[in-house]
């Protein structure tokens, strides 16, 4: 069987799941929100990361169906959250692919409707290839999203070599700092340099920034004196099921 075939006949059988990372603010370390990633979890098999099949389902075109099945149940559990009394950011990764096929924007409306989810909820993560290669389809999407009231966040930020212009002309809510920024920031200083740049660049123009990867409470102590507020990484909390999501919020009530 080729990877294409196993995940078309995974698609058929509903072997993907989700699982999602919390997204903190670092100066209460509260939980803000959660990046849903995409799992995938053969019959009687083990996880199957992304990384070993997102480029085959990109270049088979499967990653269209696949993502839209992911948003939709983002969007999905987004708001059993929301309505539990547990209104948290969902962010979920979209592909150039999905974003460059027509239609993206009313199906994702289509989605908000049928979910019934607080769009201001939602922040759609796009790499920049979407911006280098945003003419056309790709950037009436983006321009239908910001529309709907959905944010945007611009994934693996600093990595796509596309100049900085684009963040004024497009509608960008967010930029997410690759983690290669952030694995040598204490040690390397031109890693602080760019971190710094990028925290003072984006608070000018009234962009969120989200560093990504922090694994050592150095990194993240690190980064709060740099001025970045938020963050995520497996120092904090690992992506994880929905159920664990659940036990490591606790019942909103119990805060009260
Ligand atoms: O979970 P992990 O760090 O292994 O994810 C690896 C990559 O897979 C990330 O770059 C992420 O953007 C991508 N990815 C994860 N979930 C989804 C998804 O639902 N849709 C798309 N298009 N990409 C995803
Ligand atoms: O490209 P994107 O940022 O969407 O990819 C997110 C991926 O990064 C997920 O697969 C997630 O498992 C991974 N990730 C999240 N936190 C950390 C971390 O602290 N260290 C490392 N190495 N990977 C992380
Ligand atoms: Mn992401
Ligand atoms: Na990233």
Redesign the pocket.
């Known amino acids: 069987l080729t990877l294409e075939n196993s995940l078309r006949r995974a698609l058929d059988n509903n072997e993907f799941e989700l699982?999602y990372?919390p997204l903190y603010d670092l100066r209460d370390r509260s939980i803000t929100g959660l990046?849903a990633?995409l799992r995938w979890k053969p019959r009687g098999g083990e996880y199957v990361?992304?990384?070993k099949f997102i480029a085959a389902a990109e270049e088979s075109g499967l990653i269209v169906p696949i993502g839209e099945w992911a948003l939709r149940e983002a969007l999905r559990q987004g708001k059993a959250w929301q309505s539990a009394g547990r209104p948290l950011l969902m962010a979920v990764?979209v592909s150039a692919t999905q974003l460059a096929r027509p239609g993206f924007g009313e199906r994702l409306r289509r989605m908000l409707q049928e979910t019934g989810i607080d769009p201001a909820l939602v922040e759609l993560?796009v790499?920049e290839r979407v911006i280098v290669e945003g003419m056309g389809e790709a950037r009436a999407s983006l321009d239908q999203v910001a529309a709907l009231g959905v944010g945007i966040a611009i994934?693996?930020f600093g990595t796509g070599y596309s100049g900085l212009a684009y963040l004024k002309r497009f509608p960008i809510d967010t930029v997410?700092i690759?983690?290669s920024f952030?694995?040598d920031i204490t040690v390397d200083p031109d890693d602080a340099a760019i971190v710094t740049a990028i925290v003072a660049m984006a608070k000018s123009l009234g962009i969120d920034v989200v560093a990504?990867?922090?694994?050592t409470e150095q990194q993240l102590e690190f980064l709060r004196r740099l001025g970045c507020n938020r963050a995520?990484?497996?120092?904090?909390s690992?992506?994880m099921a929905a159920r664990d999501i659940e036990k490591l919020l606790g019942s909103p009530s119990s805060e009260a």
Do not use: A, S
């Not at 990504?212 to 694994?215: A, K, Y």
């Not at 995520?232 to 904090?236: T, V």
């Open positions: 699982h990372q990046e990633l990361p992304p990384v990764n993560e790499t994934d693996d997410k690759d983690q952030v694995r990504e990867g922090v694994e995520q990484g497996f120092f904090l690992r992506p």
